[in-house]
């Protein structure tokens, strides 16, 4: 049985090209992009009939070998974020990532 992981990640909008981005600079070729993702957070409300917030993108990444690449893909994700928190006047940036166990069951 291979120990696997999910990555998620979810962002704003405004980010998903960045992240895409990284993907594809490291040769990650397998992920899911839902876009238009509701909710709220600590980031405020995201919500698509909000036209001054719009809406997050989530990403999942299940890894298996893949996992190699976890560390370059949070210190990628950690530079995307210190490139935002400048002059962001201490709101959240709209980046948040996860990982927990994952399973294959069928």
């Known amino acids: 049985m291979v120990i696997m992981e999910m990555l ?11 992240v895409v981005t990284l993907f594809q600079d490291l040769g990650l070729k397998g992920y899911t992009v839902i876009s238009d993702v509701e909710g709220s957070s600590v980031t405020g409300t995201m919500l698509s009939a909000d ?13 298996g070998y893949e ?17 935002h928190v400048q002059g962001h006047q201490e709101h ?15």
């Open 8 to 18: 998620l990640i979810i962002c704003g909008k405004t980010l998903e090209k960045e």
């Open 51 to 63: 036209p001054n917030f719009g809406t997050n993108t989530l990403f999942l990444l299940a890894l």
């Open 67 to 83: 996992s190699t690449f976890l560390p370059k893909i949070l210190a990628a994700l950690k530079a995307i974020r210190a490139q």
């Open 92 to 106: 959240e940036i709209p980046l948040k990532v996860f990982l927990q166990p994952c399973d294959i069951i069928i």
